[in-house]
């Protein structure tokens, strides 16, 4: 079963061995989202997860609500992390579950800035603490076959995905926002086409270079009908994951 760690008293803990961390983010999202957007829906994703039975249990962490973001800084609203800072974060988590016995970590990241370093920082906490490490980023696990428009260039940042997921899962709070939706794809430049065109490149692109506007993709379809779709998808594909993790 899976069930939220903060909710548990320290006896509850004892002997746990399959913990997950999710990592958000606090950055701005264009005209029509809040900056806490990659925070809301990485509570989502783990809020669907809590009684689902995969196998073993597993143990959802307090989000971490600030990421690597740098490439959002400047616009308004942005906080961010350092590599290091981020990276120490993770660690010194890792080192505390790992006194506590826990042999398993799975890291869960609402933020695509975030996936390279979480994807780097598995090795290591393998070899240092002898633990299991998997890293999932929210982002690849979206229906692209399914919804062809879960794929870049419609969804990238606040483009088609993430809009349809908001108004799906926060539509009437945030309505004030979501109604300022764009109504076109993100302007084209050459750092657009750059992300476009290149393939198996690093690129240290900041947001200014590709969008003036902030959103990157095409949000001008997004519809709650979608969103609840990439949602269901989303939340199947992880317990797929854990289930396999687990060896069932």
């Known amino acids: 079963m899976i069930t939220l760690w903060a909710e548990k008293a320290t006896t509850e803990l004892k002997g746990v061995k399959n913990v997950i961390l999710p990592i958000g983010s606090t950055e701005q999202h264009g005209p029509h989202m809040p900056v806490g957007t990659d925070t809301y829906l990485t509570d989502w994703a783990m809020s669907s997860l809590v009684g689902e039975d995969v196998g073993e249990d597993f143990y959802i962490l307090p989000t971490i609500p600030y990421g690597k973001s740098i490439e959002h800084l400047s616009f308004p609203g942005t906080i961010t992390l350092g590599m290091n800072t981020l990276t120490m974060i993770i660690e010194d988590i890792a080192s505390s579950l790992s006194s506590g016995g826990v042999s398993r970590l799975v890291i869960i990241s609402g933020h695509g800035g975030n996936a390279a370093l979480i994807d780097a920082i598995t090795y290591d906490i393998r070899k240092k603490y002898q633990m299991e490490c998997y890293g999932i980023n929210i982002g690849?696990?979206?229906?692209?076959?399914?919804?062809?428009?879960?794929?870049?260039?419609?969804s990238m940042h606040a483009g088609f995905a993430e809009t349809s997921l908001m108004k799906a899962l926060h539509g009437e709070k945030f309505?004030?926002?979501?109604?300022?939706?764009p109504k076109k794809i993100s302007e084209e430049s050459r750092g657009f086409e750059l992300l476009s065109t290149l393939s198996h490149t690093s690129y240290g692109w900041a947001t200014e270079d590709v969008s003036a506007e902030g959103y990157i993709g095409d949000p001008s379809d997004s519809n709650k009908k979608d969103g609840e779709r990439i949602h269901l998808a989303v939340k199947e594909q992880i317990l797929s994951v854990l289930r396999t993790i687990v060896g069932k």
């Open 140 to 154: 690849s696990v979206y229906p692209e076959k399914e919804i062809p428009k879960c794929a870049f260039p419609f």
């Open 175 to 181: 309505a004030h926002l979501l109604d300022k939706t």
